[in-house]
C-alpha cells in the first residue's frame, strides 16, 4: 500500500501508527518534500488485515526477513509468555501462505492458550485446522 502527495506527486512515507480505539488503527503517512501528512483510520477488519501483513504498509524494500517472524513472536512472547513451537509445528506453518501466516499463528496459538497447552505441536495444529476448517 503506498500514497502519493497530490501535490508533490511523490510517494507519501509511512510514519507511524496508533491506537485509535479498541479494534481501530491510526495510520500517519506524510511527504518528505512538503512535509504535509495525514492519517488513515481502519476498521477492524482492516486493523487485522494490517496485522496479518505483519505491519509493512508503505511497501517493504526487499524480501521477507527471515528473522521477521522469530522477532514478532518474541514480541508476543513477552506479552503473553507464549507457547513452544516444535520443530514440526514451525515446519508445517510454512505451508500457509505469508500473507496469512502471521494470523494462523496467532488463531493456534490462542487455540493453545485455551487448550491449557503450552507447546504448539503436530496434534495442536491438526485439531485447530478441524476446528476452524483450514
Ligand atoms: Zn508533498
Given amino acids: 500500500m503506498k500514497f502519493i502527495c497530490m501535490k508533490c506527486n511523490d510517494f507519501m512515507d509511512y510514519e507511524d501508527q496508533e491506537k485509535v480505539a479498541d479494534q481501530r488503527l491510526g495510520l500517519v503517512f506524510s511527504c518528505k518534500k512538503c512535509s504535509s501528512s495525514f492519517a488513515m483510520v481502519t ?24 528473522l521477521e517472524l522469530t522477532r514478532d513472536s518474541l514480541k508476543e512472547d513477552v506479552k503473553s509468555v507464549g507457547p513452544i513451537w516444535t520443530e514440526e509445528a514451525e515446519k508445517r506453518i510454512l505451508n500457509v501462505p505469508s500473507f496469512a501466516r502471521q494470523m494462523a499463528r496467532k488463531g493456534i496459538e490462542d487455540y493453545a492458550r485455551e487448550k491449557g497447552s503450552r507447546e504448539i505441536n503436530g496434534k495442536i495444529m491438526d485439531e485447530y485446522r478441524e476446528k476452524v476448517g483450514m
Fill in 43 to 66: 476498521n477492524s477488519g482492516e486493523t487485522q488485515l494490517v496485522h496479518a501483513l505483519g505491519i509493512q504498509i508503505g511497501g517493504r524494500s526487499g524480501p521477507a526477513q527471515p
